[in-house]
């Protein structure tokens, strides 16, 4: 929970046996000397510079950061197009569906520019530069330095050397903390607001297997989507209007239709979220404890609410199709991780180097004095959980709960407004604040549901939590209804205004201090800000020293093992992992292929249902074997394929990139074995599960017939550029 109240993400390390070719997330910038050798002897054909170069166009350059690091994307396109996975855009397709125009359900193409769609807020990013900043970040700072001294001067370093970065440019810069604070880095980058909805196949195929099929192998989900980045005429970021031009890259990729075989090399580049490689033993019994038990347990509740009420029309399902997915990820997630991390044994592992540090810093007094702390402030953090358990439940339950509570705490700032007669400025522009925030929120919102949502969870809270952190409302609760949830919610959201829209125009019309005071809905945000804060008070007593163990533990293990090639964890900074195609034994008795085909989506097919079910226009393609170009040597269709290659969230809508630069596939998913990876890498299970890029192609170009989009790309075929007209294959 340290985490989530106070923001303290951590940045980890591998810290367990020998480094291998298929694990690591290393920065692109650093290659040259820790990678490209290696990776050449696999079968890479690029150099170091054809990868990173700030001064030339390299790959880099072909590679987005989508909504600053929430999914990646590549450009395959002079104009900008844009590919990234299906569930990477599934809110734009959602937020552009209607009954008409049921996008999820029936897919989208955009045959011109014209047609392609905006998405107000949607962001692609493009890294310029990464320069090491350590020495300038940690100027001054000494082992005598206080913790408060320390996190001062890094603030004070850091928003110098990212002003400086962006002078006189329209450039965004963060300097972020490599091996938990022990190496600083700055990332400066390009950010384009204008990125539209390009197509979109529909959920049967972009979403086929569902959440049954999620983390698992074999798969035949053609999970993605295209947008196409735009900019100013002159070619600068520019908000959306209908005046800007497709966005010219200095690279973009091309696509290989050779496909892959076993043993070959591929490469993945994205912007991975976070891993925590390097988490303590305490921190792993504390993961597998505390943090997934309050997830399962909470989103169990949330999801089935969701599911029933999405069954009952297609209006339903289409306003809850993107928070349902949103919700159950990680909630499947966590399942699989528990059971990876207790299979693999992780936390004795975890132990078993925490007692082979200890023993070497041991072996001197100097590093007894500079790191000998550094185990018993993690410790000491976890040793008490109370307060822990019940910010994880208060989070999951009331802050990513009902939708409508944290809607409640929108009206503060107007609170404060009008309390202290700030003057109409003021509160007419927290009136608008209020009004954008609202904009688009009831047209997938049904309060019914909501409320069924509310009871439910208040229930798990109350059930699970020690009655000394229940928020204040339980009192009402327990006084007014005599302990009945369900009464009380059905009360609040009959009698808030924020439940129904036309009530929240009326009032923000006339907008008075009393009715927002006396709002059930805010009086409980209010209620659960106030015990949100009371809790991270109690955590912030041991997050700076969890803090401080942690960059000393690190900072320790980069001394004991300096012939090592060490790789920091992920953070939302571009990285690059490298390994080969191949399949793999996920128990006794039990061998998966590397590659699944479109016979086998065809064996899944259960008609109508909402994760199985088979477009009628891809059964047909099927069975007339209308490939195209875009079949293998044996006229097989490939679906999807695994390699090593070492990803984690963030990476879905990753390029998979072949030893010569091209694409072959879109990485979006992991497999179930190997679910503890973000803790612990298991090489012999670790796989990253692609969609073949010729399915893609095959979708867009057979199924969809979109062939404008096909003519964009530069499709290879044996070592030549293929034909447009050879590629579109019309007949």
């Known amino acids: 929970m340290k985490r989530i109240l106070l923001f303290v993400f951590a940045l980890m390390l591998l810290i367990q046996g020998t480094v291998r070719a298929d694990e690591g997330m290393w920065l692109p910038a650093l290659i040259q000397k820790l990678n490209i050798g290696e990776m050449s002897k696999m079968g890479c054909e690029l150099s170091a510079d054809d990868i990173y170069n700030i001064n030339h166009s390299s790959l880099k350059d072909a590679i987005v950061a989508l909504d600053h690091g929430s999914c990646s994307a590549e450009l395959v396109s002079a104009k900008g197009l844009m590919l990234t996975n ?14 008409e125009h049921d996008y999820l359900r029936d897919g989208f193409w955009a045959k011109s520019f014209e047609e392609e769609l905006p998405n107000p807020g949607k962001t692609a990013s493009f890294l310029v530069r990464v320069e090491d900043v350590t020495e300038r970040v940690l100027e001054g700072i000494t082992d005598e330095s206080t913790f408060e001294e320390r996190g001062e001067a890094i603030q004070k370093a850091s928003m110098e050397i990212q002003k400086e970065a962006t002078a006189d440019t329209h450039y965004e810069a963060r300097v972020q903390s490599l091996f938990e604070g022990n190496r600083y880095f700055l990332f400066v980058y390009e950010t384009f607001r204008d990125v539209r909805l390009v197509g979109t196949p529909p959920a049967s195929i972009g979403k086929f297997g569902g959440d049954t099929d999620n983390w698992m192998w074999p798969r035949h989900t053609g999970d993605f989507c295209m947008f196409r980045v735009y900019c100013s005429p002159d070619g600068k970021p520019a908000d959306y209007s209908e005046d800007n031009v497709p966005y010219e890259p200095k690279h973009f990729l091309p696509i290989s239709l050779d496909g892959y075989e076993d043993g070959d090399f591929a490469m993945v580049m994205g912007y991975p979220g976070r891993t925590n490689r390097y988490k303590s033993s305490f921190g792993v019994e504390y993961t597998m404890n505390v943090t997934n038990p309050v997830r399962i347990e909470a989103r169990s509740v949330k999801l089935a609410i969701l599911k029933d009420y999405m069954n009952s029309s297609q209006k339903a399902n289409i306003q809850y199709a993107s928070k349902y997915a949103r919700s159950s990820n990680y909630y499947k997630y966590s399942i699989g991780q528990n059971k990876g991390l207790e299979a693999l044994n992780v936390i004795a592992k975890k132990r078993a180097l925490e007692a082979e540090f200890t023993e070497w810093l041991n072996d001197t007094p100097e590093r007894k004095q500079k790191y000998g702390k550094a185990l018993g402030l993690i410790e000491n953090a976890y040793s008490e959980q109370r307060d822990d358990v019940a910010s994880e439940y208060l989070m999951e339950t009331l802050f990513r709960g009902p939708e409508l509570f944290a809607k409640g705490l929108v009206l503060k700032s107007l609170q404060e407004a009008l309390k202290s007669d700030a003057g109409e400025d003021r509160v007419r522009l927290s009136v608008e604040r209020i009004r954008a925030n609202f904009e688009d ?25 020690d009655p000394a952190y229940y928020p204040t409302f339980f009192y009402e609760i327990n006084k007014k209804y005599k302990g009945d949830i369900q009464a009380y919610t059905a009360a609040l ?30 009086q409980i945000a209010e209620s659960i800000l106030f015990q949100a804060t009371a809790l991270g008070e109690m955590v912030n007593k041991t997050s700076d020293d969890l803090s401080e163990g942690r960059r000393l533990f690190v900072a320790g293990l980069l001394e004991m093992d300096q012939d090592r090639k060490f790789y920091p964890d992920a953070n939302s900074t571009m990285r690059l992992t490298y390994g080969t195609i191949g399949d793999y034994i996920p128990r006794d008795g039990v061998r998966y292929d590397y590659y699944t085909t479109i016979k086998g989506y065809i064996e899944k097919e259960i008609p109508g249902d909402d994760e199985f079910d088979v477009p009628s226009r891809l059964k047909e ?14 006229g097989e269709l490939r679906t999807c394929f695994t390699s090593n290659n070492d990803i984690t969230g963030g990476n879905s809508g990753s390029p998979v990139i072949n030893g010569k630069g091209q694409l072959i596939g879109i990485a979006f998913d992991g497999n179930w074995e190997a679910m503890s990876g973000d803790i612990a890498f298991e090489p012999e299970l670790q796989k990253c599960i692609s969609v073949d890029i010729r399915f893609v192609l095959w979708t867009i170009d057979k199924f969809a017939g979109a062939k404008n989009l096909i003519d964009e790309m530069t499709l290879v075929k044996s070592n030549c550029k293929l034909e447009k007209d050879m590629v579109s294959s019309a007949n």
């Open 621 to 634: 393609l099927y069975e007339a074997k209308d490939f195209g170009d875009y079949a293998d040597a044996n």
């Open 441 to 465: 929120f009831y047209k997938d919102f049904d309060a019914a549901t909501d409320e069924k949502v509310a009871a439910a969870l208040i229930e798990v809270y109350k059930k699970h939590v």
């Open 493 to 522: 959201y009959s009698k808030t205004f924020l439940a129904d829209s036309a009530k929240l125009n009326a009032f923000l019309e006339k907008p008075n201090l009393k009715a927002i005071e006396k709002d059930p809905v805010f």
């Open 86 to 99: 299906h569930h990477c855009g599934f809110g734009e397709i959602q937020a552009h569906s209607s009954v």
